[in-house]
């Protein structure tokens, strides 16, 4: 199974970043939690959302009004949409996949996002 995050780059404060995620050798169907990660500079992991194939979405209570997962079964793709970002949001952004929300087997190779005007 891969995993490829698209790559936004440079994202504007105030602007909403939107990443996608595409998974390919496994399928958005299959029993397991389809996740956003990011780890900022010099901090550590931060588990952000995830969809799963039942549909249910789940969010870390610190983001959950500034975000939204949503999946595209047909294209074996999910999203993270991120509102209102400020200089604080600049990281590097996972996806991955694993058979709960803090249980990662497959990763992607990240996308460095920077939020800056």
């Known amino acids: 199974v891969r995993l490829q995050e698209s790559d936004p780059g440079l994202v504007k404060p105030s602007e909403t970043l939107s990443l996608t995620c595409t998974v390919s050798?496994?399928?958005?169907?299959?029993?397991?939690?389809w996740s956003w990660i990011r780890q900022a500079p010099g901090k550590g992991l931060e588990w952000m959302g995830a969809t799963r194939d039942t549909g249910n979405n789940y969010h870390n209570p610190s983001l959950k009004s500034r975000t939204s997962i949503s999946r595209d079964t047909s294209n074996n793709q999910f999203t993270l949409q991120l509102r209102s970002v400020t200089p604080e949001d600049t990281a590097v952004y996972y996806c991955?996949?694993?058979?709960?929300?803090?249980?990662?087997?497959?990763w992607g190779q990240g996308a460095q996002v920077t939020v800056s005007s």
């Open positions: 050798g496994g399928s958005l169907t299959t029993n397991t939690f």
């Open positions: 991955a996949g694993g058979n709960g929300l803090d249980e990662y087997e497959y």
